[in-house]
C-alpha cells in the first residue's frame, strides 16, 4: 500500500497530484493558532511540491514582486490589467516572452523600448531596478495562477451556526459518537476550517496528504477451522491477511476458502452518512464546529 | 470498402515492401486481432485489447509463472515523481518489445528480457508524470518527449533520426501520448491545464515528421462551435487536450478521439456555454484532419474530467440489425454507446454514483447540475474527485459482451479559488473523502454493471487514480491488477479470480499479450519493472 505516504501518490497521474497538491489550508482566520502554522507549512511544502512536479523556474521573491506590483498597476495596468491577465493589451501571464523571462532580461528591453508596431509605447523613465521589479511581479502572478500548490481557499465558513448545532444535535447524529466537550473539544484550535470540514464528512479525508497515516486497525481473522486470530492489522488485500497479535507475533494467513477476515470499521457510519448530505448541512455544521475553539 | 487515400496508402506500402523487408510491415496495422504482434498501444485501431489467443486459459491459467523480468535502470526520483513507472504499452514486433518511461525509451529481447538499446532523452522541462509509450512505422519508432519534443528513431539501433519541437513546455504543454501510425500519419495529441493554452491533434510526415495538418480542440472566432463560447479570449484559454491514442476504423476511414477538459479547470465562470470541442468524442477524417462528428460527454465541464479515455470499437446486432459502435467508460462516471457512423448516441449510464448531472438530454448528452460546480465554501459531489475512472486501458470482450474498466467509487467536495470575472489556472482544486476502486464488467445492451469485483484492502480508503488496465482473452480471461501489487487474471464470464502473482509494485499500464516460438505470453508493466509469464517458461 502506498496511500499513506503522498510520495507514492506522486507518480500516479497528474491530476491526482492536482487533487492532493492542491488543497491548500490557511484561510487566514486562525492567525496565532498551532493549526495555522501547521497549515502554512504544509501549503509551502505543497507549493514546492507542485513546483517541481510542473517543472518551473525559480521561485518568485514576494517582496520584490510586491515593489513591482505598485509600479505595475498605474504603469500596465490600463492595457494589461492591474493583475496582468489583459485588457486591451495581451494577457501576460500566457505569454512566451514572460514565461521565457528570468530575471527581467527579456522583459526589461521591451518595458523600456516599447512595442510600436503594437501599440506599445516605451517606457524608457523606469530604472532597471524598477523594470526588474515589474519582472517579478509577473512572475508571481504567473506563479499563482499556474502553480496550483500556491492555492488558497477563500472564506468556506458561510453556513448557519445555530443550525449546524441543531443538526449536530440533530439529523446528523453526530451525538450518537462524539461530543463538543469530549473528543471534539477545541477542535476548531486543531484543525483549519477546511480541515474541519473534510473531517466532519470522512474523519479520514486529510490522511490523504503528506506523512498522513491511517490509525491502526483491529483484526478478527477465523480460520477454516474456525479458530480466531486478532491483533493489528498489517496488511490485507484479495489474498493475504497479516496482523501483528497481543504477544507482538506476526501473523501472516493465506485468504483460502472458509478463512475470512474482520476488520474492526470504526467509519461505517461516517460512510452511509456520505450519501445523504447536502451542501447546506455540511457549511451549517462548518459553521457550528469552527466555534469550538 | 476501402476508401481512395488508403488504396494510395497500400500502393506505398507496396514500393515500400519491395526494397527491404520492414519490421514492423505497415498492413500488420491493419488486422483485426494481430496475435504475434502488438503493433499499437491498444494492440489493435479498435482499442478493445481483447486477445483470440487462448493457449492460456481458464483451466491451466493458475499455473501461469514468470519468465523474465526487466527493470528499469534510471536515476530515481525523476523529478517532481519519485520514482519511474511504466505507464506505457509495449509495442512487440518480432520478437522485441519497445517501450518507454519518461525521457527513456528502450527495446528489450521479449524472449529473455535482455536490453538492447536504451535512448535517453535530457529534457530541458516539462512533466514527468508519465509517457504511453511508442509508435511505430515500419523500421522507424516514434516518440514524445516531456519538453515539447516530437522524435523519431531508428528501431534496430535507438539512434535518433530527427526531432520536432510540437509544444512548448513553459506554457506547460505537456506531451505524454503514444504517437499513432495510421495510413502515412503519424498522429500526436499534447496535455497541458497548468497554464490555459488551447489543445491540438496533429497528423505528421512519418519520413519526415512535418506536419500535415492540425485539428484545433476549441474553434477560432467566428468558426462552428464558437457559438459555444462567450467570446474568442474564453476559447483561447483552451483546453480540450488530446493526451491518449485514439482509434480508428479502417472502412468508415475515421479517427476517434477523446478531448480532455476546457481551461480554466474548475473556474468555469469565465467561460460560459458548452465549450465545444472540449469534453467530447470526435470523428475526424485522418487524411484532412477535418471534424465529421462528435458527441459532449460533459458540457461545460468544471470537473477536471478530461474525456479521453479509449473510444473503444466494435460491432454487434441490435433490434435485428449490425451496427458500428463505439463505447467509452468517462472520467466523469458515464457509460456511453454510441453509433459510431454518425456519433448518435444508443446508450448513456452512469457505472458509478454521481451527482454533478441531472440526466440526459434527449440526444443522450448529460446535463450538468450548476449547482454542483466547484464553489468558494465547498461543492459536494458524491464521485471521486479523480472522476469514475482515468486514463487506464479499458478492454471489451466481443464473447462476453462485457465492457471492462477500472472504476472508482468515492465522494469529494470541491472548492473555487479563483472566483473572479477571468480566472485563470486551474482556479480551484477538490478535497477527496473516501473512495474506492472497483473493477466494474458492464452490458454494453443497457450499460448495466453485470459484475463488479471491489478489490480488498486494509483501510477501505484508497486514493489516487493510478492506472491499472485491463485485458481480455478469447479463453475466457479477464487480466488487471489491483492495487497491492496483484497481478490478477478473473474469469472474464462472472469475476471469478483464477490466478494472481504479487509483484514489487501495483499494475501501471495495460497489460498485453502475444505469441513467441508458440509461447503465449503475458507483459504486464508494474513500477519500474516489466514482468512476462508464460505456462512453460521458455528458458532454452
Not at chain 2, 477535418?290 to 441490435?318: C, G, M, R
Request: overall charge negative.
Amino acid at each position: 500500500m502506498n496511500i499513506s505516504t503522498r510520495s507514492g501518490l506522486a507518480a500516479v497521474f497528474v491530476v491526482a497530484i492536482a487533487g492532493a497538491l492542491g488543497p491548500a489550508q490557511s484561510d487566514g482566520s486562525n492567525e496565532n493558532s498551532s493549526a495555522s502554522a501547521q497549515a502554512q507549512k504544509q501549503d509551502g511544502q505543497r507549493a514546492l511540491r507542485t513546483r517541481e512536479f510542473l517543472g518551473l523556474g525559480r521561485q518568485p521573491d514576494p517582496q520584490l514582486a510586491s515593489n513591482g506590483e505598485k509600479i505595475f498597476g498605474p504603469t500596465c495596468g490600463f492595457c494589461h490589467g492591474a493583475d496582468g491577465r489583459g485588457g486591451t493589451g495581451p494577457d501576460l501571464l500566457r505569454s512566451t516572452l514572460v514565461l521565457d523571462d528570468d530575471k527581467g532580461e527579456l522583459i526589461g528591453p521591451v518595458v523600456q523600448n516599447g512595442r510600436p508596431s503594437r501599440g506599445m509605447p516605451a517606457f524608457s523613465a523606469l530604472t532597471e531596478e524598477q523594470v526588474r521589479a515589474i519582472a517579478e511581479f509577473l512572475h508571481m502572478q504567473v506563479e499563482l495562477a499556474e502553480n496550483r500548490g500556491t492555492y488558497r481557499v477563500q472564506n468556506i465558513v458561510t453556513g448557519n451556526t445555530r443550525a449546524g448545532e441543531a443538526y449536530f444535535k440533530g439529523e446528523g447524529k453526530c451525538y450518537t459518537c462524539h461530543s463538543v466537550t469530549g473528543d471534539l473539544a477545541h477542535i476548531a484550535s486543531k484543525l483549519s476550517p477546511l480541515d474541519l470540514q473534510a473531517v466532519e464528512l470522512y474523519p479520514e479525508a486529510r490522511s490523504y496528504d503528506f506523512g498522513g497515516t491511517h490509525p491502526p486497525r483491529q483484526v478478527t481473522v477465523i480460520l477454516a477451522d474456525g479458530k480466531k486470530l486478532t491483533g493489528s492489522l498489517k496488511h490485507l488485500d484479495d489474498f493475504y491477511v497479516s496482523l501483528e497479535d497481543e504477544q507482538g507475533q506476526y501473523h501472516s494467513i493465506a485468504i483460502t476458502k472458509g478463512v475470512k477476515a474482520v476488520v474492526e470499521d470504526k467509519l461505517v457510519f461516517h460512510r452511509k452518512m456520505l450519501d445523504h448530505y447536502s451542501d447546506r448541512q455540511i457549511h451549517d455544521l462548518t459553521a457550528y464546529l469552527v466555534t469550538l475553539k | 470498402m476501402k476508401s481512395r487515400p488508403l488504396m494510395l496508402w497500400s500502393l506505398l506500402v507496396l514500393l515500400h515492401g519491395v526494397s527491404i523487408a520492414q519490421l514492423l510491415d505497415p498492413h500488420k496495422l491493419l488486422e483485426a486481432e494481430p496475435t504475434d504482434t502488438w503493433p499499437t498501444y491498444n494492440g489493435d485501431y479498435s482499442g478493445r485489447r481483447f486477445s483470440p489467443l487462448i493457449q492460456i486459459h481458464t483451466s491451466n491459467v493458475s499455473s501461469l509463472a514468470l519468465t523474465w523480468m526487466y527493470r528499469v535502470k534510471v536515476a530515481a526520483p525523476m523529478r517532481g515523481v519519485t520514482n519511474p513507472e511504466i505507464k506505457s504499452t509495449p509495442l512487440m514486433v518480432k520478437g522485441i518489445l519497445y517501450f518507454t518511461i519518461p525521457d527513456h525509451v528502450f527495446a528489450v529481447d521479449a524472449r529473455s528480457g535482455r536490453e538492447l538499446w536504451h535512448y535517453d532523452w535530457v529534457d530541458q522541462g516539462g512533466h514527468l508524470v508519465g509517457n504511453r509509450g511508442v509508435g511505430m512505422y515500419g523500421d522507424w519508432l516514434y516518440f514524445m518527449a516531456p519538453d515539447g519534443w516530437f522524435i523519431s528513431l531508428e528501431a534496430r539501433t535507438g539512434n535518433e533520426r530527427w526531432r520536432k519541437k510540437v509544444a512548448d513546455e513553459k506554457m506547460q504543454y505537456f506531451t505524454t501520448m503514444a504517437p499513432m501510425a495510421v495510413g502515412h500519419h503519424v498522429l500526436i495529441g499534447v496535455g497541458g491545464d497548468a497554464i490555459d493554452v488551447p489543445g491540438f491533434l496533429e497528423a505528421r510526415d512519418p519520413e519526415t515528421g512535418e506536419l500535415q495538418w492540425r485539428w484545433n480542440t476549441e474553434p477560432r472566432k467566428g468558426e462552428p462551435g464558437s457559438e459555444t463560447w462567450p467570446n474568442a479570449a474564453a476559447m483561447e484559454h483552451g483546453g480540450g487536450m488530446t493526451w491518449l491514442p485514439g482509434t480508428y476504423d479502417r472502412d468508415l476511414n475515421l479517427l476517434f478521439w477523446g478531448t480532455g477538459n476546457p481551461n480554466p479547470v474548475t473556474a468555469g465562470q469565465g467561460r460560459k456555454g458548452s465549450n465545444l470541442w472540449t469534453c467530447a468524442i470526435v470523428a475526424l477524417n485522418p487524411d484532412t484532419g477535418k471534424l465529421v462528428w462528435y458527441f459532449q460527454a460533459s458540457p461545460h465541464d468544471t470537473h477536471d474530467w478530461d474525456n479521453v479515455e479509449t473510444p473503444v470499437l466494435f460491432d454487434a446486432t441490435i433490434d435485428g440489425k449490425p451496427r458500428k459502435l463505439l463505447a467509452q467508460a468517462a472520467r466523469n462516471g458515464y457509460f456511453f454507446v454510441l453509433d459510431r457512423t454518425n456519433g448518435k448516441n444508443i446508450i448513456s449510464k452512469p457505472f458509478v454514483p454521481l451527482n454533478w448531472s441531472k440526466g440526459v438530454d434527449a440526444s443522450g448528452r448529460p446535463i450538468p447540475d450548476k449547482a454542483k460546480e466547484p464553489t468558494v465554501d465547498g461543492s459536494y459531489l458524491t464521485i471521486n474527485w479523480g472522476g469514475g475512472t482515468n486514463w487506464m486501458p479499458p478492454s471489451f470482450s466481443p464473447q462476453t459482451g462485457l465492457f471492462y474498466v477500472n472504476a472508482t467509487r468515492g465522494y469529494s467536495i470541491v472548492y473555487l479559488t479563483d472566483a473572479s470575472d477571468e480566472p485563470e489556472g486551474y482556479g480551484g482544486f477538490g478535497q477527496p473523502l473516501w473512495s474506492q476502486h472497483v473493477l466494474e464488467a458492464i452490458d454494453f445492451r443497457t450499460g448495466k454493471v453485470k459484475w463488479s469485483h471491489a478489490y480488498t484492502t486494509a483501510d477501505g480508503t484508497q486514493g489516487g487514480n493510478s492506472g491499472p488496465g485491463v485485458l481480455t482473452t478469447a479463453s475466457n480471461l479477464l487480466f488487471t491488477g489491483d492495487y497491492n501489487g496483484n497481478l490478477i487474471a478473473f474469469n472474464a464470464s462472472n469475476g471469478d479470480i483464477l490466478w494472481h502473482f504479487p509483484a514489487l509494485h501495483s499494475l501501471s499500464n495495460g497489460p498485453e499479450t502475444y505469441i513467441l516460438d508458440g509461447q503465449q505470453y503475458l507483459v504486464a508493466g508494474a513500477g519500474d519493472t516489466l514482468y512476462a509469464f508464460s505456462l512453460v517458461p521458455h528458458r532454452p
